[in-house]
């Protein structure tokens, strides 16, 4: 008898908001927000009884394609305590769910469930916490400073094609440096002169984040598999001076990635 997964079950997730990105550039991504369907009072109370919190930045959406039982996940950028659900989408050739999620618009609904993603979540600690991350990939780093109302060290390597186009988040970085939950913003672009991506900033800012590593500093890294391996090379050249590496940082707890 043919085995056939338990399929998780969904909910439905209402789009009350986008904004779309990188036309211009042929990186195509917009940034959805769902509100996040009400639960019943039993829920809730089961909920608190169990000491379930809801969704964190970081967690795994599963989005349902109508056309496809196949779930596809995406990194998410809000905590369940803000009312919504946010993610960041890059539309690829040929994909069944970026090209259904590009076709949404506000009112519609999409099949959806969260998936936990307990190990790329920042520690409780104080030491610094340096992000990296390029396109879609930035979304859960954004939540990641939104919820840093401690005021902890956080450091954001970002990039993209042409700030003009796809600087995601721009708006609210700049807010979010002006309130001291971001410690400072490395915004790199490549299509533009002297065009650069994160692995090259990371050399340039070499000194400063051995200091921070000296400190303790955390890494963590969300993006394409192709930007994850560029940022583990430029890193292990950053940390050789020190007698360290990417993969003696991860296996201490300090290093964490969400590639794809």
């Not at 967690?59 to 394609?65: N, V």
């Not at 780093?141 to 956080?154: E, I, K, Q």
Request: charged share 20%; net charge neutral; hydrophobic share 40%.
């Amino acid at each position: 008898m043919l085995h056939q997964p338990t399929q998780p079950k969904t909910q439905s997730y209402k789009l009350i908001e986008r904004h779309d990105y990188g036309i211009e550039v042929q990186a195509p991504t917009v940034l959805l927000r769902f509100a996040i369907p009400a639960a019943s009072s039993w829920t809730q109370a089961l909920k608190s009884r169990l000491g379930l919190d809801g969704f964190f930045a970081g967690d795994l959406a599963g989005i349902m394609p109508p056309t496809d039982p196949i779930p596809r996940y995406y990194s998410i950028a809000s905590r369940s305590a803000d009312g919504i659900l946010e993610i960041c989408v890059r539309k690829l050739q040929g994909g069944v769910c970026s090209d259904y999620l590009f076709g949404l618009r506000p009112g519609d609904s999409v099949e959806a469930f969260v998936r936990p993603n307990p190990d790329f979540r920042p520690d409780t600690g104080r030491q610094p916490l340096i992000l990296i991350g390029a396109g879609a990939g930035v979304a859960p780093l954004v939540g990641f400073v939104r919820a840093n109302s401690r005021h902890r060290p956080v450091y954001l390597f970002s990039g993209g094609r042409d700030p003009s186009s796809d600087f995601l988040y721009r708006e609210e970085l700049q807010a979010q440096l002006d309130a001291g939950r971001l410690t400072c913003l490395f915004a790199v672009f490549s299509r533009v002169m002297g065009g650069r991506y994160v692995q090259h900033r990371l050399l340039d800012e070499a000194e400063q984040l051995r200091s921070l590593v000296r400190q303790g500093a955390r890494f963590m890294v969300c993006g394409s598999a192709a930007m994850g391996d560029g940022v583990r090379a430029s890193l292990d050249n950053v940390l050789a001076p020190l007698d360290l590496s990417v993969e003696r940082l991860q296996s201490a707890g300090r290093y964490a990635e969400d590639v794809y």
